[in-house]
């Protein structure tokens, strides 16, 4: 069974500067791996997908993700955050598109003006 | 494209109700798939369905069950309602198959408060 760990429950973050999210992942078998992004009374928002290919991934609003099969890592990156960037995120994993997509317990990003 | 909407956006039952939560598709996808989300937590998954079959479920009672439609609309219902289930109810929509998108399309959600 696959299963999300997300290190840091809260992250407080100065405007402009640089952020990191780490998120580890375990699983037997190759999977796919998400970030989603929750803002107040909203639903999830897809910010990053790896499928394959590049370990490297740029997604929305200026994020990227590194994957790193060796760690079990899917960690996000943002060199300069902005107060809009306060939010949950929360990282995902799936083993194919049939199957249930599994999240961590979520990241909350504070951005302190 | 049309998202994902839900209704109601908020509803307050009373312990051993039942209730009726509805999803509307993505256009173009064919799955659905419920989550529930308790405060401060992350989305734990209930059941998903795909061409009108349940194709999975997660660690939840058979009073949580649910339908898709042929236009791949949804409906969760929860019977005998507890305390616990107090919560933020998401549904997501995907397309799964050779032109699969591996990623969900949310919902804005429904809130269930159980007094």
């Known amino acids: 069974a696959q299963s999300v760990t997300q290190l840091d429950s809260q992250v407080p973050v100065f405007e402009e500067a640089p952020v990191e999210l780490r998120c580890n992942y375990s699983s037997s078998v190759s999977v796919y791996l998400f970030w989603y992004v929750q803002y107040p009374n909203q639903g999830l928002q897809l910010l990053l997908k790896y499928l394959s290919g590049s370990t490297l991934v740029k997604g929305i609003n200026g994020f990227e993700a590194e994957f790193n099969k060796s760690q079990t890592s899917f960690h996000l990156r943002k060199p300069s955050v902005h107060i809009s960037d306060t939010a949950e995120y929360f990282c995902a994993v799936r083993k194919t598109s049939y199957d249930k997509v599994i999240f961590g317990p979520g990241t909350s990003l504070s951005v302190i003006p | 494209e049309t998202g994902v909407t839900q209704s109601p956006t908020h509803l307050i039952k009373t312990r051993g109700q039942q209730v009726t939560l509805r999803c509307s598709s993505q256009?173009?996808?064919?799955?659905v798939s419920w989550y529930q989300q308790a405060l401060g937590q992350g989305p734990q998954f209930i059941f998903q369905y795909y061409r009108e079959e349940e194709n999975g479920r997660g660690n939840f009672p058979p009073r949580f069950s649910g339908l898709q439609f042929p236009n791949y609309s949804s409906e969760l219902n929860v019977n005998a309602l507890e305390l616990d289930d107090s919560a933020l109810y998401l549904c997501?929509?995907?397309?799964?198959?050779?032109?699969?998108?591996?990623?969900?399309?949310f919902g804005s959600g429904t809130r269930l408060t159980v007094v």
């Open positions: 256009s173009g996808h064919n799955t």
């Open positions: 997501a929509s995907s397309l799964v198959g050779q032109d699969a998108n591996y990623g969900y399309t």
